[in-house]
Antibody, heavy 121, light 106 residues
């Protein structure tokens, strides 16, 4: 069974940093691009970042570019999102997701349960 | 960025009804459109990709159609377990963008 499990979400002060992790099982992690999508409370879905299977190329939404960094460790089946200079509008549930085919066709076919990030003083 | 506009924002229907949601893209997206279902407190679930391809395991009462900038998603016979919010998403251009969602209620 394919499973994604996020962790690391918590309450953090504005300007602070946080690292989210996502562990995978049940599929060949190193063969797939991966993505992060977030959802502010009561709002819709917003794509945040994506990374190619080997990790050499990364992509970011303009809203997080320069503040967030996506990475992966294929030996540990782990995806990470380093979030720096956090702002109130970064509050929300963060989902990791497996990309169905290639990063140029960013359809997400398996999602984790999400981890909640709250940025507040 | 490509803007995706869904309508309606909310919809009330009865069990057995045929339900249709539309999604309008701000430019041609070459049929690179997917639909997701999200139940309260749960992660999104992929239902349809490439406009009309049903994801494995998704009931056949769900379908998608359209081309260019105009797309639609249909539930042929609404079931109680279909109560959720539905999102369209384009992936023709970076960044991938979602519609604002359609909340379906019974």
């Amino acid at each position: 069974e394919v499973q994604l499990l996020e962790s690391g979400g918590t309450l953090v002060q504005p300007g602070g940093s946080l690292r989210l992790s996502c562990e995978f099982s049940g599929f060949s992690f190193s063969a797939h691009a991966m993505s992060w999508v977030r959802q502010a409370p009561g709002k819709g879905l917003e794509w945040v970042s994506a990374i190619v299977p080997a990790g050499g190329s990364t992509y970011y939404a303009d809203s997080v570019k320069g503040r967030f960094s996506i990475s992966r460790d294929n030996s540990k089946n782990t995806l990470s999102l380093q979030m720096n200079r956090l702002r109130g509008d970064d509050t929300g549930v963060y989902y990791c997701a497996k990309v169905q085919r290639t990063i140029s066709l960013l359809v997400m076919d398996v999602w984790g349960q999400g981890t909640a990030v709250t940025v507040s003083s | 960025d490509i803007q995706m506009t869904q309508s309606p924002s909310s919809l009330s229907a009865s069990v057995g009804d045929r339900v249709t949601i539309t999604c309008l893209a701000s430019q041609d997206i070459n049929n690179y459109l997917s639909w997701y279902q999200q139940k309260p407190g749960k992660a999104p679930r992929l239902l349809i990709y490439d406009t009309s391809n049903l994801e494995t395991g998704v009931p056949s009462r769900f379908s998608g159609s359209g081309s260019g900038t105009d797309f639609s998603f249909t539930i042929s016979s609404l079931q109680p377990e279909d109560i959720a919010t539905y999102y369209c998403q384009q992936y023709d251009n970076f960044p991938p963008t979602f519609g604002q969602g359609t909340k379906l209620e019974i």
